[in-house]
């Protein structure tokens, strides 16, 4: 925030914002935080996705910290962000608005989830400069923890568990949208979309939700589905870990429309168009 005038909380929060609290391929992969593509300056690492268009070239970074000074940068060299270094470092309110009427994003509301974001994390407290205490640590009286033989309780006693290498939990007793989007630490859009479903839907227990977004094909030990009997092409693509969108596109079938009992459901390649 020092060196380059930007609010520490708008930064935090739009690296929140788009990268789904570090979950999304760029991130995970790439150290990418912001979704900043190549462009002809870069000379560094590169790392592909499919964005606007297949296969898009993105920056990769060496650190999360290098994404985070490679967007405060960006921020502070664009003419069209000039006018916002007139604004106060700590009104991150006008900063947010600010960046949607220079055209940051497209998303009407990117101002307003950015706003949430800070509030609800209480974010502005870092761009007054208070310093943050750190306890030393005490003795403690529990048993020493086997380096060999130990988990991490991501969700408080939720099991997590890894398909298609995205992560997902099976839906409990209890649990609703707004309490799950709360404890993942998710927007409620982030949910919808990795999960292919509406905001607010409605969940069945033991259901499977992703918080990381699903890929564009299944693993390579599973090149085909057969169907059976009440599988939709929704459920495969829970299943599988693959989105919907691409499923639909590589089976050459309509989007809503779904495939018969016994059918091939392609989930890497692309079904023939003879078939």
């Known amino acids: 925030m020092e060196k380059y005038g930007v609010p520490a909380s708008i930064i935090l929060a739009q690296g929140m914002l788009e990268s789904g609290n570090g979950n999304s391929t760029l991130a995970v992969q790439g150290n990418n935080h912001f979704g900043i593509k190549c462009h002809n300056s870069w ?15 993105f920056r990769k970074y060496k650190s999360v910290e290098h994404s985070y000074r490679d967007h405060s940068e960006f921020l502070r060299g664009g003419r069209r962000y000039a006018f916002l270094f007139d604004l106060a470092p700590t009104d991150f309110r006008a900063w ?20 949430k974001i800070i509030e609800e994390n209480k974010l502005y407290i870092i761009d007054r400069g208070v310093d943050i205490k750190i306890e030393s640590p005490t003795k403690g009286t529990g048993s020493l923890v086997d380096p060999e033989n130990f988990t991490i309780d991501i969700f408080k006693q939720r099991e997590v568990y890894t398909r298609n290498r995205i992560k997902y939990i099976k839906v409990k007793e209890g649990d609703t949208y707004e309490t799950l989007t709360r404890e993942m630490e998710l927007m409620p859009w982030q949910l919808a979309k990795y999960n292919d479903m509406e905001r607010g839907g409605k969940l069945t227990v033991g259901q499977d939700l992703y918080f990381q977004p699903k890929r564009s094909k299944a693993e390579p030990n599973h090149p085909i589905h057969t169907v059976e009997e009440g599988e939709t092409m929704y459920s495969i693509s829970q299943l599988y870990g693959i989105k919907l969108k691409s499923l639909y596109k590589r089976n050459r079938m309509s989007l809503g429309t779904n495939p018969e009992v016994g059918e091939k459901i392609y989930l890497r390649g692309r079904r023939p168009k003879d078939k």
Do not use: V
């Open 96 to 115: 947010a608005k600010g960046l949607k009427d220079a055209g940051y994003a497209t998303d009407p509301q990117y101002a307003d989830r950015l706003i």
């Open 43 to 57: 000379s560094g690492q590169k790392i592909y996705h499919d964005d606007d268009a297949k296969g898009e070239c």
